[in-house]
């Protein structure tokens, strides 16, 4: 089993549902984080979380909410998904800052 | 703030050539961790190298070399005799140390390597 486990892998969705993406960890680390990468832009950070009571904004928070439901899972939330929000996604955790370790990314459409 | 430049948008080369793709960054803090990342057509992120901040050694890995200079608050990555499965997405992110862990990732850097 790979130590970071996204799913779905690719979701195709329309504009006003809710959709969740969900991550698993199996590195034991307390800080989890959810990326979007859409291309000429890189990844942005949406949301972190260094435990499971700390939930932190990114840059691009608006639109999405998480949810911290143990140490090893950390859910992201598009409560009314739009087209705009189209893009890949990727979760990820770290010990420290040190090493970060990368789940294989959500492709995510909103049509 | 944090902040991670990657100038070169694109770079198209041949088979054989030698690349460089640059790297400057931004940071207040003394203890930081510098990473480059490869993203090839599949998606996923392939972790590369990282760097700590009192560390300025070059680094070589095969055809792979970094270079690290902060004076000039950059991070340059060469790729010697570049070859067609070197093409790829390559990311320069930044992250300080513990308590305000997070990445900070550049633009990216679309490298084609052409037969």
């Known amino acids: 089993d790979a130590d970071v486990t996204q799913t779905p892998r690719n979701r195709i969705t329309k504009t006003g549902k809710r959709i969740m993406l969900e991550c698993s960890q199996t590195?034991?680390?307390?800080?989890m984080y959810w990326y979007r990468q859409d291309p000429g832009l890189g990844l942005r950070l949406i949301y972190y979380?260094?435990?499971?009571?700390?939930?932190n904004k990114g840059e691009i928070s608006d639109g999405y909410s998480v949810s911290r439901q143990a140490q090893a899972k950390f859910s992201l939330s598009l409560e009314s998904a739009i087209p705009n929000q189209t893009a890949l996604y990727f979760c990820a955790t770290s010990d420290l800052g040190v090493s970060y370790t990368f789940g294989s990314g959500t492709r995510l459409t909103v049509v | 703030a944090q902040k991670v430049t990657q100038a070169q948008t694109e770079i198209s080369v041949v088979e054989k050539e030698d690349v460089t793709l640059d790297c400057v960054y931004e940071t207040r803090d003394t203890t930081y961790y510098l990473f480059w990342y490869k993203q090839p057509p599949s998606g996923e992120l392939v972790f590369l190298i990282r760097?700590?901040?009192?560390?300025?050694q070059n680094e070589i890995s095969g055809r792979y070399s970094w270079n690290f200079q902060k004076s000039t608050s950059s991070f340059n990555f060469t790729i010697t005799a570049s070859q067609v499965v070197d093409s790829a997405v390559y990311f320069c992110a930044l992250s300080p140390w513990a308590s305000g862990s997070r990445l900070t990732f550049g633009e990216g850097t679309q490298l084609t390597v052409n037969p």
């Open positions: 979380s260094f435990d499971v009571k700390d939930i």
């Open positions: 760097r700590n901040s009192f560390d300025e």
């Open positions: 590195k034991g680390h307390d800080r």
